[in-house]
């Protein structure tokens, strides 16, 4: 099947997109700059995408960044927190449905490129913090993705049940370059170590018992 | 109650945003710049909002337009055809998943301000052609904005099932300035009168037996 992958540059979405190259699918690779500080993810995905020879479309819809108001993903003068994914503190990296906005912008471009699906690389460990990576939000919108067009496009979203360290897992036995992919919200040269999200990541490689290849900042 | 207006600029937005305030909705104006030609429809959506006093935001999202491909919406090079909506040629001006992409981001604002709808103006006349502007898709998004975020948002599409002429009677009840609208997809100084949203606009005015006030080119 020909679908788009939507890729961050990070660890989760990098397994996605191996995992749907192992399946045989004919990948298009799409990430979207929504004017996010971290735009090392970005340079990730590209060259992510130019490792396995897929076409990569970033769209830029800085636009979206204006309108997220104030939260620490987009804003440049709030600080990034530090801690645990589950955290309370972590409601504020979120930029309001930013899920829905990347799927459709993604949908577009399948039905432009005559796809028939679109993936995104939500998972378990998600669920707390992001309702829109639970299952629930996404059997919804692919209901809603069968009934936009006259092509319809399904939402796959395979990691949906899976934690982080099962993802850590599948990726290594697909050779997944962990190393290049990113991870931190704070966007500096490495990894902090210490935002939700690279605690997050730490945790999934010690709970797989997959070696760390993170460069990190601290700890 | 608080709702997001997705205005285009265009007649039926319009009346949406009249219909809306006269129901003492406290309304905030919502437009996309995606790369659409007739930008003339923005100008008109800003002096809309101002006439009313509504706060206005225009979305700038010029990456949309790239991953479109060729649709004459978009593509400068490409003719917009003359003739009835629901021709088999109108299809061509059609976005992929335009309504999803404009809903998610109008959705986004809706969670930043606490806003508890998004309003859009589909309607009937829509249904041949669009099939996002269709009650099955607004149901099923509907849905997904529920599930989107803790916040959650709901759908308004009040014209879903009316006419275009019925709008247009609409309107001219609420005193819309119908002048001040633009409908056309060529988007120059006046309304060419042919492509199909001008012979639209004219059979609606025509069926709802009330005086045309727009200034066509052609006859």
Redesign the interface.
Known sequence: MKTVAVISGGLDSAVLLYHLLAAGDEVLAFS??YGQRHVRELEQAAALARRRGLRH????????A????ANSLTAPDIAVPDGHYTDVSMKQTI???????L???A???A???GAGAVAYAAHAGDHTIY??C?E??AA??D????????HP?RLLRPFITWSKSEIVRRGAELGVPFADTWSCYKGGQRHCGTCGTCTERREAFRLAQIPDPTSYFAG
Do not use: C, S, T
């Open positions: 979207v700059n479309e970033i769209a830029e819809l800085p636009g979206l204006r309108l997220f108001g930029v309001p449905n930013r899920n829905m906005i799927l459709a912008a949908a577009g471009w039905i432009a490129e309702p829109d639970r629930p939000f919804a919108l209901a809603a993705l069968a009934q936009a067009d006259w496009v």
